[in-house]
């Protein structure tokens, strides 16, 4: 089946620094990625939808100055999360859609792991 | 508002025991139901889903039924094995034509041999 690569697959770092995740699609172009966001015992919740070339749709209490999404091509989508706090550390996972319609329509990265110190 | 509401793990099963992880759901409409599995170091993968009402679902032993009058979609295995150990996530889709899925908690399945 399709495969998404999400990278890294777990990052520690400081208060105050920024955090890049990346989403690839490897064997298919896809033309809406999707990131989630999941706390402790909480729900996979949407963050937002990028679409290639286009700015990406937050969902309701998301900061989209805090949480910088980059879909600069059909395989590559991008998540900044910029002056980390430790209220940001959460488990991220990305999916996407493919560009060719398939029996299975999304396809999920393995999540990165994010630990704000 | 729509959610997804399932079972807390973990659950711990000894092989060939069977499975049952509750999953019930709230939503307007007419949602599309699904169930995910993400084995460890992997992404979610679809493992199965139903569109309507009382659709029944089914993929490598595991079956789960589209139950609109209790809203329910609990997954089902009748003989569990080891390679079952995995996160499971229960999760809707508000309508067709959408990826925005809601998703519940995950329940972590520990099968021992």
């Known amino acids: 089946g399709a495969v998404v690569s999400q990278h890294p697959s777990w990052v520690i770092c400081k208060s105050g620094t920024s955090v890049k995740i990346e989403c690839r699609s490897l064997?298919?172009?896809?033309?809406?990625m999707f990131w989630y966001r999941q706390f402790p015992k909480q729900s996979l919740m949407l963050m937002a939808t990028?679409?290639?070339?286009?700015?990406?749709?937050?969902e309701q209490g998301v900061e989209k100055d805090k949480f910088l999404i980059n879909h600069a091509s059909l395989t590559l989508s991008t998540l900044t999360v910029t002056s980390a706090h430790p209220e940001d550390s959460s488990f991220y996972i990305c999916?996407?859609?493919?560009?060719?319609?398939?029996?299975?329509?999304?396809?999920f990265g393995s999540g990165t792991q994010l630990s704000v110190l | 508002g729509n959610s997804v509401t399932q079972m807390e793990g973990p659950v711990t099963l000894s092989e060939e025991a069977f499975l049952t992880i509750n999953c019930t759901y709230t939503a307007t409409g007419y949602p599309s139901l699904f169930w995910y599995v993400q084995y460890p170091g992997e992404g979610l993968q679809l493992l199965l889903k139903a569109t309507k009402a009382d659709d029944k679902g089914s993929n490598k032993g595991f079956e789960a039924t589209y139950r609109k009058e209790t809203t329910s979609f609990h997954l089902e295995k009748g003989s569990v094995q080891v390679s079952d150990s995995a996160v499971y996530f229960c999760a809707l889709s508000k309508a067709s034509g959408t990826y925005k899925y809601i998703f519940g908690t995950g329940t972590r399945l520990k099968v021992l041999a």
């Open positions: 999916s996407a859609s493919p560009r060719v319609a398939t029996n299975e329509k999304l396809f």
């Open positions: 064997d298919f172009q896809a033309t809406t």
């Open positions: 990028s679409n290639e070339g286009s700015k990406a749709t937050y």
